[in-house]
């Protein structure tokens, strides 16, 4: 296991790619984040009216409810858990995208662990 320079977290992994989750859920674990996966913005939705997380990971594209809207709802429900996204597109747009739907964080695929540890970390002091 990779040290990180903050306190494990507790992690919602949103992906609805089986393939992403195996890889993005190993490199959470490798930094020792305890991480549960769904595979839409629904079930995301349904398991954060159960279960509080430390902060939500979720991908900007999924075919039932994209990431942005998602990320909304939670917002509308008034659950203030950090989100980060993740995505492919690293420009300003999505970016400012992301800001205004609510996120906290950026991470752009392939995730790199360092990336990760930085983006995380952030997220935890903050």
């Known amino acids: 296991m990779v040290q990180t320079p903050f306190p494990a ?12 989750q195996k890889i993005q ?19 995301a939705l349904e398991v954060l009216s159960r279960q509080t997380f430390d902060c939500i990971v979720m991908d900007m594209q999924m ?10 709802r939670i917002r509308q429900s008034g659950n203030q858990t950090p989100i980060v996204a993740l995505t ?5 747009a999505s970016r400012q995208a992301c800001r205004q739907a609510g996120m906290n964080g950026f991470l752009t695929k392939p995730l790199q662990t360092s990336q990760v540890s930085q983006v995380l970390g952030g997220i935890k002091r903050g």
């Open 88 to 92: 492919g597109n690293d420009d300003g």
């Open 9 to 20: 977290m507790k992690l919602l992994l949103v992906d609805d790619n089986a393939m992403m």
């Open 25 to 43: 859920s190993t490199i959470l674990q490798k930094l020792g984040h305890q991480t549960s996966v769904v595979s839409s913005g629904q079930q």
């Open 63 to 72: 075919p039932d409810m994209d990431g942005l809207e998602t990320t909304r």
